[in-house]
């Protein structure tokens, strides 16, 4: 799923292009993408684009009238930038938005259809799509505290849930998590001033270093290659890589559609987060260090 860093390059490069410009047509051949019905998706066509943000994980393009276009990417939603008047592809096509300079194209690979899109009128209409998540770029290490510890959850459902942080997901949360040297199943109320502290500088950190290599990989143009696993993550998607740091193989943790990724020796003092699958299965056979699944 597309997190703050890749929204944010989205964003940017969508304002360089649609700001000022009006939207001429809108087509969608796939209705279920639409989750709103007044005003008609037709109101909005012929209106200026005079402003593009991000509520969360969700991009919001603001037309004259008040009127406001909201995107939810979910996990396999993407956008492109064509030109004008461009054929929405037959298979992963949802949406078109044509402008005079060009046609944003809203995609959805395979077969879960979970993107969405609004056009909702007036400020207040926003705020059903504000979750309450803290932006922390925007915030300093007491608002930070304050957030971490308002609910006693383990490390990586607190960074992801948008009730408290707003725009971290699965990917960047194992990043950060490395680069704090912190277990991802670790409570939050269980930290020390000094690993909050660590937490939030690397939550930081992370953010804004993924946000400028974005940047400059897109180059001005727009942005093409967006995805979650990226080569030079450090544990993200690289299980039984070596860690960059120390070597050790990367591990993870695997639960319905999502996994996290872990280094045992810069995290978990060596220890084996167990895997709700196979540690079942495997039950006192089931290593308990990355001493004992290195030699075994």
């Not at 194209?105 to 879960?112: D, F, N, R």
């Not at 899109?117 to 309450?132: N, P």
């Not at 319905?256 to 167990?274: F, H, I, M, W």
Request: net charge positive; proline share 6%.
């Amino acid at each position: 799923m597309p997190e703050l860093p890749d929204i944010t390059v989205y964003v940017e490069a969508l304002a360089a292009r649609i700001l000022g410009q009006p939207l001429e047509r809108t087509r969608i051949p796939k209705p279920f993408l639409l989750r709103s019905v007044d005003p008609p998706i037709s109101a909005a066509n012929g209106k200026r684009v005079v402003g593009v943000r991000r509520i969360g994980k969700r991009i919001v393009v603001e037309l004259e009238d008040y009127l406001f276009l909201v995107i939810h990417l979910m996990i396999a939603g993407r956008l492109r930038w064509v030109p004008t008047g461009a054929k929405v592809p037959g298979k992963i096509g949802l949406a078109a938005f044509d402008f005079p300079n060009g046609t944003l194209i809203l995609t959805e690979a395979g077969s879960k259809r979970r993107a969405s899109l609004w056009l909702v009128r007036g400020d207040q209409s926003l705020e059903q799509f504000e979750r309450g998540g803290l932006e922390v770029l925007d915030t300093d290490l007491a608002h930070f505290t304050e957030r971490l510890v308002q609910e006693n959850h383990t490390l990586k459902r607190s960074l992801t849930d948008p009730r408290l942080f707003s725009g971290i997901g699965n990917a960047y949360s194992d990043e950060i998590l490395h680069r704090a040297r912190l277990s991802p199943v670790k409570h939050t109320r269980r930290l020390s001033d000094e690993e909050i502290s660590r937490l939030f500088d690397a939550t930081r950190t992370t953010l804004i270093e993924w946000t400028e290599r974005l940047r400059k990989e897109s180059a001005g143009d727009f942005p093409a290659k967006v995805t979650a696993f990226r080569d030079d993550m450090a544990v993200h998607g690289k299980f039984r890589k070596p860690c960059p740091v120390c070597g050790t193989p990367v591990q993870r943790i695997r639960y319905a559609d999502n996994e996290t990724n872990y280094c045992p020796r810069c995290q978990t003092d060596g220890k084996l987060l167990a895997d709700r699958a196979l540690s079942r299965l495997l039950k006192q056979d089931w290593p308990r260090s990355i001493d004992e699944l290195t030699w075994s």
